[in-house]
Structures are given as C-alpha cells and as structure tokens.
C-alpha cells in the first residue's frame, strides 16, 4: 500500500511553454502532498506545500505564479510549469502524506524535465 | 526548529565489508526519522524509520539505523556491503505535529569497490 506515482516520468519542452506534471495517490488518500526539486547530486529541496481544496504554501523563494499548484482532490495534484526556461530543468518529485497525524511521506518516482 | 546533519558527503567501501553512514539531528519536538535511498535518476526508497518505538530500527535489505537521543544520532549500519548498495541515501527528520514538514539531510553517495 501507500504507492505514488507521477507522470510523466520523463518530458522535454521548447523555451516558453508549459509543462504539467500529476502525482497521484493510488491507493490512499493524500490530504498533504508535497513538490520537490533535486538539482543533480543535490539533496531535495521543498518547493511548495498543497492540501486539498486550498491554495499551495510556497517555500520562501519558490515563484508561485511560475509554479502553479493544483491539489483538487484526495489523491492528484498537479505542478505546472508555466513559460518554462532551461534553468527549470530539473527533477521533480513529489511526496503525499496520508492522514494528518501521520507524517510520514511516499513518494513518487520523479519527473526529469529537461527544457530546451 | 529542526535540522538534519549528514556528516560525509561521499563513503566508499569494499564489497562485503561494513556500512556506516552517519546522521545527527536537532528538533525541538520527538522527533521522527527516517532513511531514504535513491538511486539514479529514480524516486526516493524507505530503507527504515524510528517513530519512538524501539531505538534499533531494522529495515530493509540488511540495513538498521539506531536513534540515541543523547548524542541526537540516527547513523545508518549494514553488516556486509553489497553493490547494488550503490547510491545515494538520505536522512530525514520530522517532528509530530500535524504541520511538520519533513527535513533532508544534503545526502550521502556510498560507493563500494569491488
């Protein structure tokens, strides 16, 4: 159980469009899921906190209107990365949380974006 | 406040001998923490996690981390280094409450040598 996925795994985009990538909890239900970006041989860094019908938290320095959150229901979020720049490639991984007095996260497996 | 320590950026070591990789931490709450492994290009894997149950923690494919709280450790261990252990592996910290967000360590690559 507690299994999360992401698609798509791998994209690459043209300078200036726009790129969407889903994290889906398969089999629970995520109140809390969360964005990171890992820079190569980097450590994760959080980008943004979203909870389920509510507005994203952003970590401080993270560009909300270039990063737009979406956390419609219990089980899918989506991060888009809007008029995307070479300087956004990147991997993306997200994590759920299930319930809220249980903290440990899943995650998913990660999406390489690579723009051009 | 938390924050997690990982105290070697790099370990290498010869196939079959000991692990260690070794994590210290501060949080002003009981903390929860965990062991993550990624390999590359791949998501992040639980290898184990202490939630103030017993201090040695087992997990899986022969590693166990042991948390002591006087010298705010949680150093991860395996017996016999194999080489698919090649990676890169992370040390988690979270407090309890229901806002937590969970902090990385900056990451640890094991090498073995054959």
């Known amino acids: 159980g507690a299994v999360v996925s992401q698609h798509p795994s791998r994209v690459i985009c043209k300078s200036g469009t726009s790129v969407k990538i889903e994290c889906r909890s398969l089999?629970?239900?995520?109140?809390?899921m969360f964005w990171y970006r890992q820079f190569p041989k980097q450590s994760l860094m959080l980008m943004a906190t979203?909870?389920?019908?509510?507005?994203?938290?952003?970590e401080q320095g993270v560009e909300k209107d270039k990063f737009l959150i979406n956390h419609a229901s219990l089980t899918l979020s989506t991060l888009t990365v809007t008029s995307a720049h070479p300087e956004d490639s990147s991997f993306y991984i997200c994590?759920?949380?299930?319930?809220?007095?249980?903290?440990?996260?899943?995650f998913g497996p990660g999406t390489r974006l690579t723009v051009l | 406040a938390q924050s997690v320590t990982q105290l070697d950026s790099h370990v290498s070591v010869s196939e079959g001998t000991p692990v260690l990789l070794r994590c210290n931490y501060s949080?002003?709450?009981?903390?929860?923490l965990f062991w993550y492994v990624q390999h590359p290009n791949k998501g992040l894997q639980l290898l184990l996690k202490y939630t103030s149950a017993a201090t040695l923690v087992k997990g899986i494919n022969g590693f166990e981390a042991e948390f002591k709280k006087s010298e705010t450790s949680f150093h991860l261990t395996k017996p016999s280094a194999h080489m698919s252990d090649a990676a890169e592996y992370f040390c988690v910290v979270s407090d309890r409450s229901s806002a937590s967000k969970i902090i990385f360590g900056s990451g640890t690559r094991l090498s073995i040598r054959p």
């Open positions: 994590s759920a949380r299930r319930g809220i007095s249980y903290n440990e996260q899943f």
């Open positions: 949080s002003s709450y009981s903390p929860s």
């Open positions: 979203s909870n389920e019908g509510s507005k994203a938290t952003y």
């Open positions: 089999d629970f239900q995520a109140t809390t």
